[in-house]
């Protein structure tokens, strides 16, 4: 598995805004383009599924490295199969100290995907959930078409079915991951994931930054 570069990068000048809720008020914050920088997620990237205990299932994924536009991506594919009643599959990072330290203080996250057509989950592991029931968002794909989404950490959430543990302690992440979602199950799927960042807040202390210093071409 290969360990990706912390690269730190500007937000371009015009039109980043992100819609803050005022603690106390209510009242929606502009954040301004200068108030955030994005740096890149890294770590250790390794692919799941439900073979094995406790599930016994017999969901396939193989994850490969490949180029998307000369870009270095990870690319996902398999079967998930109803063999385990939640059968899955997905592909994920486990966070270097690096990324560790800035996802504390992140407030949002974006990444570029190629999917299926098909609707996954990005999720934040954390150690504080004992039952599975990570912090999700869910996202549908377009066939062969490259997009960029990108989630504020408020929005993530445990299912309806998790034990509830509070909040999103960002600072008990212990992993992030891309899963498929069972509005689907059982089939085929294929996703293609890169260039994961991380918004935070301008002026924190970057570990590892790289000398080069490039802006964006792209706001949330």
């Known amino acids: 598995m290969k360990k990706t570069k912390m690269t730190l990068c500007g937000i371009a000048a015009a039109l980043l805004a992100v819609a803050l809720v005022a603690c106390g008020t209510g009242a929606p914050a502009a954040r301004q383009a200068d108030d955030l920088v994005s740096v890149l997620a890294t770590g250790e990237w390794f692919a799941m599924d439900d073979q094995g205990a406790p599930d016994f299932g017999s969901s396939t994924a193989e994850m490969t490295e490949i180029e998307i536009g000369g870009v270095e991506a990870f690319h996902i594919a398999g079967e998930v199969t109803d063999t385990f009643q939640w059968g899955f599959a997905g592909f994920g990072i486990h966070p270097d100290a690096a990324t560790v330290e800035m996802l504390r203080v992140t407030e949002a996250i974006s990444f570029m995907v190629r ?106």
């Open 115 to 220: 999917g299926d057509g098909q609707r996954y989950s990005i999720q934040f592991q954390t150690s504080d959930v004992r039952d599975y029931g990570f912090f999700w968002v869910l996202f549908d794909t377009e066939a062969d078409e490259a997009v960029r989404i990108t989630i504020p950490m408020r929005n993530f959430m445990q299912p309806g079915w998790a034990s509830p543990v509070g909040r999103l302690r960002q600072d008990r992440v212990t992993g992030l991951q891309w899963q498929t979602h069972e509005s689907w199950r059982p089939g085929p799927f294929e996703l293609s994931i890169w260039d994961v960042r991380l918004y935070v807040p301008a002026g924190t202390a970057i570990p590892e930054v790289a000398a080069a210093v490039a802006p964006v071409d792209y706001a949330y």
